[in-house]
Nanobody, 126 residues
Framework: QVQLAESGGGLVQAGGSLSLSCAAS????????MAWFRQAPGKERDFVAA????????YYADSVKGRFTFSRDNARTTGFLQMSNLEPEDTAVYFC???????????????????WGQGTQVTVSS
């Protein structure tokens, strides 16, 4: 099992920045792919970004490309999502997810991930 714990959410004004963290524990070798999803009220859970732990390669949703950066620590057990130039449309609960191995074509699908954190609220005021 892999346990994921998010932190760093909060309230920020439009144009501001926030940084989220996702700490993995347990059998972290089962979390080769780490990702962030977000879910706004009444909407589906949407892909935000993914990172392959071993290579550090990252992928982003078009809506956040150029504004969000996904990185990892040297121990490869904590992922960081640096969010800048935030917009009210970024308001959502942000979830960290992980899975052993996901093919590139499925990294944007929530169903591909076996492990999830509890989520952290990000609110961007206009």
């Amino acid at each position: 099992q892999v346990q994921l714990a998010e932190s760093g959410g909060g309230l920020v004004q439009a144009g501001g920045s926030l940084s989220l963290s996702c700490a993995a524990s347990g059998q972290t070798d089962r979390g080769d792919t780490m990702a962030w999803f977000r879910q706004a009220p009444g909407k589906e859970r949407d892909f935000v970004a993914a990172l392959f732990r071993n290579t550090g390669r990252t992928y982003y949703a078009d809506s956040v490309k150029g504004r969000f950066t996904f990185s990892r620590d040297n121990a490869r057990t904590t992922g960081f999502l640096q969010m800048s130039n935030l917009e009210p449309e970024d308001t959502a609960v942000y979830f960290c997810a992980a899975s052993k191995t996901i093919i590139l074509g499925r990294i944007r699908s929530p169903e591909a991930y076996n492990y999830w954190g509890q989520g952290t609220q990000v609110t961007v005021s206009s």
